[in-house]
């Protein structure tokens, strides 16, 4: 759960004077927006466990409850929300300059049994691994969910923070889980493979490690991975982009969606795929 402040410059950034931008601040967070795509696929309950600042803790509950997600949202004191500033430029990709704030400081302290009753899918944002307090939340959740059959899936949410942590040390942290949920340079970081390589062999190899991986290319689509090889390349939507802030938590969301409809993985990537298209015609990560 974080605040977005998105800035739209046409034109490159000119060091030391002004750039022309289109600005807003919007509610956003990797975990957060996947939740409300979720709930606009379909999914008739969605629940989110986040850690916001008492700052806009209000407006960032108001907004989850306007998507339809049901928040459970531990308010720090301490620290305020977290947040990230996303530069977009006439491509639509996006550079964040990230200040975790609250959210990361999400500990088992915050965490419950009873979260998990009734629910058929926990989804972990990978966010959650960068720091030793949410990291072990993260193992908590992983290991409950475990003890109870419900699987399990991970977005591993940044190719910086995951090469600060160590691709090999993620991959430990989230051993037991049922989905994985990269964009195509994550995983290659994490298969240890060079761009050149290709997402597909990538894949592949992370199959070996998790049933189900599904890697997200943007403008190219989607992958579909399990038990060694790649099952299916899926198209992406074609749409006039604006902005590809939360395109993946999309992808996510629909993608999850899905699954607990009852589609196989390759119609659920198509729905991830809709969703992702629908989210890069708009400003923001959110439905």
């Known amino acids: 759960m974080v605040t977005d402040v998105v800035a739209v410059h046409p034109e490159p950034l000119v060091p030391a004077t002004d750039t022309a931008a289109r600005i807003r ?7 957060a927006n996947a939740a409300c795509w979720a709930a606009r696929a379909g999914v008739a309950d969605v ?25 459970r949202l531990v308010v720090d004191q301490d620290e305020p929300t977290g947040t990230v500033v996303a530069l977009v430029g006439r491509d639509t990709e996006r550079t964040f300059l990230t200040d975790s704030g ?74 037991g ?60 939507e074609p749409v006039r982009a604006v902005d590809s802030t939360g395109a993946g938590d999309a992808f996510t969301g629909g993608f999850l969606a899905a699954r607990l409809a009852g589609a196989d993985p390759v119609e659920a990537a198509r729905a991830g795929c809709r969703s992702a298209a629908r989210a890069v015609t708009r400003l923001g990560g959110r439905p």
């Not at 466990?49 to 306007?66: C, D, K, N, P, Q």
């Not at 003890?147 to 090469?163: H, I, K, T, Y």
């Open 47 to 71: 629940r989110i466990l986040a850690r916001v600042g008492a700052e806009s803790a209000r407006w960032h509950e108001h907004a989850l409850l306007a998507c339809g997600v049901r928040p």
């Open 177 to 236: 889980v049922d989905v994985l949920l990269p964009n195509e340079d994550e995983a290659l970081l994490l298969a240890g493979l060079p761009r050149p390589a290709g997402a597909a062999r990538a894949a592949a190899e992370l199959s070996r490690l998790v049933p189900l991986v599904v890697v997200t290319r943007g403008a190219a689509g989607a992958l579909v991975a399990e038990g060694g090889r790649v099952t299916a390349e899926v198209a992406a």
């Open 25 to 31: 601040t919007l509610p956003g967070g990797a975990g």
């Open 102 to 175: 609250a959210a990361l400081r999400l500990s088992p302290a915050d965490w419950t049994p009873g979260l998990l009753d009734g629910v058929a899918h926990l989804h972990l944002s990978g966010y959650l691994y960068f720091a030793d307090g949410s990291r072990e939340l993260a193992l908590v959740a992983l290991r409950a969910a475990r003890a109870r059959g419900v699987p399990v899936s991970v977005d591993p949410a940044s190719a910086g923070f995951l090469l600060d942590l160590g691709p090999q040390r993620f991959l430990d942290a989230v051993a």
